[in-house]
């Protein structure tokens, strides 16, 4: 299903094909001239209302590395054992390399899955030790 802004393209586009100015056809579509403007450009440069890929660092684990970190993820025994840390201990991509315990724990939480977090102690002073005594 087509996002909001992809059917607001689609009608610009529609209308590009008249001669109709930008500011007309923004005030019939209820955009800005500058949206129907930038709609122009990718049509006439890409002939294609679909967004350029962006840029940016490249993911450190492949789809496959994704679903078998996932499965071996499954495979740890529950309790105490089952900590991210266990997991990047044992856990490496199909090119050897290893992969941190945080970029573990995102690619679980991306497909849903969690592993057990210690529980944090509050840090209690001497002083106030002796109180709860």
Do not use: W
């Amino acid at each position: 299903m087509p996002s909001k802004y992809e059917k607001i393209r689609l009608k610009i586009a529609s209308y590009l094909r008249t001669d109709m100015t930008d500011t007309a056809i923004a005030k019939e579509c209820g955009s800005s001239p500058a949206t129907v403007a930038r709609v122009r450009k990718l049509v006439e440069e890409d002939c294609t209302l679909k967004d350029k890929p962006r840029s940016g660092r490249p993911h450190r684990l492949t789809p496959r590395d994704e679903r078998r970190l996932c499965l071996a993820s499954k495979k740890l025994p529950s309790g105490s054992g089952g900590t991210a840390a266990a997991l990047v201990r044992e856990f490496r991509t199909a090119d050897g390399q290893r992969v941190s315990r945080q970029t573990a724990i995102r690619t679980l939480k991306k497909h849903h899955l969690r592993l057990h977090t210690k529980r944090k102690r509050a840090v209690h002073s001497k002083k106030n030790k002796r109180k709860r005594s």
